[in-house]
Each structure stands twice: as C-alpha cells, then as structure tokens.
C-alpha cells in the first residue's frame, strides 16, 4: 500500500513570525514523513525588526544578531526557498513566485509556481510615505537591515566628511532629522544621540557633538508614541529633551529635501541625513492574491482562526494580518508580542489540520508596550493582569523587560543553550570591539 503523500506547509515571510513558525514546524515534522516544511523568503538573513533602529543607529552589529536562513533551514529540517511572492492560484493550490536576481542582473532563481497545502503568509509591513514628495529621493526607510545598513553608511560618511572638510561644519550637515515619532523613531533619536558622539570620539576631533550635532524629532500627532498611553509618550518626551534631543508634534511633513525637511506650518529643519519612520502599511501585492480580502491598510483580513475569509487553506500572520479584536475599533496591532503569540497559536493550529480536529480561535493577550532609549533609560507598562489594569514601569526592570523581548524570540529560534550561547559571545565581542559600527 502506498504511503500518503505528506502534507505542504508553505510559510511565506521570514520574519518574527514566519521564521519562529517554521522553525518549529521543522523540528516537530521536517525528519518525519508526515509533513513537509518550505519557507519562501526574498532576503538571505533574518534580523529582528525591532532593532534596525540599533543597527542603524550603529549602536549595534548586524552581523552579530543575523540568522542565514540556509543554515536554518538545515538545523531545523525545514526548506528555504529564495523568492518573493507574485501571486496565487486558490484553485490550484499554487504560489506563483517572481524571478531573483543578484546585484549585477543576473537571474538566481526563475519565476515558477510552488504548491501547498496549508499556506501561512507572513510577509510583514513596508513603508508608508503617504505620498509626501521628497521621501523616496531623500529619506531613507527603515524596514530592512539594508536600509539600516545604508542609513549607518551614511552617518559615518558624514561624519567623516565634516572632519576632512577645509571649512566649518555648514549649518544642517551633520543634523538628523527622524520623521515619525512612533516607537521606531523614537528609538532611533535616543540611539542616534549617543551612536553619533561614539563615532566622533574615534578621533574626529574638529567635530564638536554639542554644537554641530543636532537630532530632531517630528512627528505630526499632537504627541509622541501616539499609539501608545500617555504616561509613557510624556515620560518619554521628557528624558528625550533631557539627553538633547528636539522634538516637535502637531505639525506634518510637507516635503522632504536634498538640505532638509519642510513642514506644513511654513517652517524648514536643515537636515543633511533623513529617516522616515511615519506609517507602514500591508505590501501591495496581498491585493493580488486571487480574490483574497484585504483592509484599508492592505491587510489580510482574518478570522479569529487566523484563516483568511475567503480560504480555508490560507492563513496570515504578523504584521500583514488584520485579525480581529474584540472590544476594540481596529485590529490587533502590529507588535512583536502579537507576532510571537501568533507564531505559536498557529503551530497549534496546523497540528490540529494534520490530526482532523476542529481549530481554534485566537486571542491577543497585550502584554504592555516598552520603548527603549537605549543606554539612558527604558519605559513602558505592563498589563497587570492580577489587579486588573496597567502598571507603569521605566529604569533598569524596564530595560530587562525590553531585552527579555529579544531573548524570547531567540529561545524560540535556537534553544535556550544556544540562545545563551549566542548572549555571550555577543557580550565579549562588544567588550573587545568598538562600541559604535564604524563602517
């Protein structure tokens, strides 16, 4: 009698959600003969997106924390697959997958389709520029380790420019201007303020932080961390004024420039280094995906299941998944807590497929939020789920809790023996290298 073929599961999106899934997925069925494991991800790398703003800042290496996923992939018995996802074939059962290529044009991979039978897309957020002119010429994203990479480039060119330079430093040439005062933003202005003075202390000493170094903060609500209560956008607000950090609400973008930033009140910031960190929103291509049903946002939009609405066999998580929250205007919200829950609810959920057993409804479980100022503080609250409300915390238990995020995500990846592993060694290099990235 021949054996059943096993069972396809397609994760596309290799980010905190895809990678956690797949990886766990692998080690409980990828030596077996009962399912086959495939993720399908354009980068070569994973890094945790809620630290590019370090990596971009310099404060951290990125190539320290990033994971290959072909060794992966190896480690944990599942298959990666180079590609960006094109399109979909419900009927089918089909992925349809884009051509790759290499920096030089040359074709990697052709276009070709991919089958399944359970699919999972996580494909995260990208950049939303809202249309403003200027962004895309001038501003430099922060939705990929490469666009980290390029931005700390930049930073250190400039840097570097200003002390060779026979004259002054100009007025805007060694200013930073951070366009969104959302969690990312608000992190990158505390990095920056203290990755810049690192990277002047390496010897570029005609640069005078205190004088020729200025960040500014812009953010067009009527406060910072908008999305987050108001305790912690005031306690904020107020140690990024403290360490010298300019900050201005209320007042949007109207363009962005070669020299600076222009508001919409009349006023101008010079500014040589621009970031935009003001809106994401769901790639463009889940509108394409074969009549499946998307938001405003270009979400998925999903059943509580984490099924998308119009097949059974499709589901979404993380970042590009509208999910519903009850009792709330709006979905779940586009946080690392919800993408690691989501992860391991929807491991639960595939092992029920295999057996034939009903699913199970997902429910999110806001855990608080903590936004860190890198060295100089961490603040934030927790959901105190005993007494009923939400306790507010900042100094070193907040730092703790913030890294305690990072070192969740890591147990799920590797283990707790290799997680610890990776912990100290990332420890004595930062003691025997730089303290900024340099190049």
Not at 131 to 160: D, S
Not at 237 to 248: A, D, N, P, S, Y
Not at 326 to 339: E, I, T
Request: hydrophobic fraction near 45%; aromatic fraction near 6%; charge should be positive.
């Amino acid at each position: 009698m021949q054996a059943a073929a096993p069972h396809r599961i397609v994760v596309v999106g290799g980010g905190a959600a895809g990678l956690e899934l797949v990886t766990r997925l692998g080690d409980r069925y990828g030596r077996g003969r009962r399912a086959e494991v495939t993720l399908v991800e354009r980068a070569r790398t994973h890094l945790w997106k809620p630290m590019l703003h370090a990596f971009a800042a310099g404060s951290l290496d990125p190539g320290e924390h990033e994971i290959n996923f072909l060794a992966q992939a190896h480690w944990h018995h599942f298959r990666y697959r180079l590609g960006a996802l094109a399109g979909l074939d419900r009927a089918a059962r089909q992925l349809r997958l884009a051509p790759m290529a290499d920096e030089d044009g040359r074709e990697i991979t052709p276009a070709r389709m991919l089958p399944y039978d359970t699919l999972v897309i996580a494909v995260g957020s990208v950049t939303n520029d809202f249309g403003t002119p200027g962004v895309a010429e001038y501003a430099v994203p922060l939705e990929t380790p490469a666009q980290a990479a390029r931005f700390n480039r930049r930073l250190v060119n400039a840097c570097i420019r200003a002390h060779a330079q026979p004259g002054p430093v100009r007025e805007g040439q060694l200013h930073v201007a951070v366009i969104g005062a959302g969690a990312t933003g608000t992190e990158l202005a505390a990095e920056l303020h203290r990755s810049v003075r690192a990277v002047v202390a390496y010897g570029l000493d005609r640069i005078i932080p205190d004088r020729d170094v200025r960040i500014v903060l812009i953010e067009a609500a009527g406060r910072i961390l908008p999305g987050l209560p108001e305790r912690i956008s005031e306690a904020t607000h107020k140690l990024l004024v403290e360490m010298g950090v300019e900050v201005r609400t209320g007042v949007p973008v109207a363009e962005v420039r070669a020299d600076g930033v222009a508001l919409k009140d009349g006023s101008f910031i010079p500014a040589e280094l621009a970031v935009w960190a003001a809106g994401v929103r769901a790639p463009p291509v889940l509108a394409e995906l074969d009549g499946l049903e998307v938001n405003r946002a270009g979400q998925l939009v999903v059943r509580a299941s984490l099924q998308t609405t119009r097949d059974d066999d499709v589901f979404a998580i993380g970042d590009c998944a509208a999910c519903p929250w009850p009792g709330h205007d709006g979905p779940v919200p586009p946080r690392a807590q919800a993408a690691h829950q989501q992860a391991a609810h929807m491991l639960g959920q595939i092992a029920r497929r295999l057996d034939g057993a009903p699913l199970r409804d997902w429910s999110y479980r806001d855990f608080g939020s903590l936004v860190s100022l890198g060295d100089y503080s961490t603040v934030g609250n927790m959901m105190g789920f005993l007494i009923g409300r939400s306790i507010f915390i900042e100094g070193l238990f907040a730092r703790l809790m913030y890294r305690s995020l990072y070192a969740m995500h890591q147990r799920a990846l590797h283990g707790n023996l290799r997680a610890l592993a990776g912990w100290l060694s990332r420890g004595l290099s930062r003691r025997t290298g730089p303290v900024v990235k340099l190049h």
